[in-house]
């Protein structure tokens, strides 16, 4: 993991929230209050996105897949960014209720809104008469923000890892519901139970979570040269 405690205080990991905003629950990895705001020790910090990060290079190395999960504006583009880079399923724009718990049914709109980006592309949705091709258009750009990211996402994921536990509480309790493995950055607002591997930290600071989110990338690259490198053997 190429990251040091340095690059975790430099970041801003250490911010938690407001002390009145605090869950009782995270008592375990708060440092102190100062000024009304937690601090999070930064060596459990560190310790827990380490385990966290070896359970995503194991997973992947034997061919899991990744879930990123951020909608909150400050996690947006680092999500999109993060997702192409590792060619992992992600989603940005806001959780689609259903996603895991109902995920066939989701496969089956995929599939539509696939169909429709096949017609786009060869010319025949333009052929169409001018209202229907126009309530198939609306249909798409509803389905592009419900979709973007999940196209090519043909099964359940391996993991999810999240952003923002207490923001994204909907994507976290579909996870527990299918029994997915949930790594996520947790702050001093949120409940770390709820979580298979909580990591302590800052989810509202951009240097944090970008922080994070590159850790989580480099641990799905070793982990797919460790499956490319045993194909070969």
């Not at 205080?9 to 407001?18: C, E, P, S």
């Not at 590792?86 to 724009?93: E, G, I, L, R, V």
């Not at 109902?102 to 539509?112: D, G, M, P």
């Not at 930290?201 to 982990?223: K, P």
Request: glycine residues 6%.
């Amino acid at each position: 993991m190429d990251v040091t405690l340095k690059d975790l205080l430099d970041a801003g990991v250490h911010f938690g929230h407001q002390t009145k905003r605090w869950n009782p629950r995270s008592k375990a990895f708060v440092f102190d209050h100062r000024q009304g705001i937690s601090i999070i020790d930064l060596t459990i910090t560190y310790d827990a996105l380490e385990k966290a990060c070896e359970f995503v290079e194991e997973t992947v190395a034997g061919g899991g897949n990744v879930l990123l999960v951020g909608t909150k504006r400050q996690a947006q583009e680092i999500i999109r960014e993060t997702a192409a880079a590792t060619n992992m399923p992600f989603c940005a724009n806001r959780w689609l209720g259903g996603t895991l718990t109902n995920f066939q049914t989701i496969k089956r709109s995929i599939a539509k809104y696939k169909r429709y980006q096949e017609m786009e592309t060869s010319g025949a949705l333009a052929k169409l008469p001018s209202k229907e091709e126009s309530a198939i258009k609306r249909e798409m750009a509803r389905m592009h923000r419900n979709f973007e990211g999940l196209v090519d996402m043909p099964d359940m994921p391996s993991i999810m890892f999240v952003v923002d536990v207490h923001y994204e509480d909907i994507a976290v309790a579909e996870a527990n519901r299918v029994k997915i493995p949930v790594v996520a950055i947790v702050d001093t607002n949120c409940d770390p139970t709820l979580v298979t591997f909580p990591i302590p930290g800052n989810d509202d600071a951009i240097r944090a979570i970008s922080l994070f989110t590159r850790v989580v990338a480099e641990s799905i690259e070793e982990g797919r040269s460790t499956r490319s490198e045993g194909k070969e053997q």
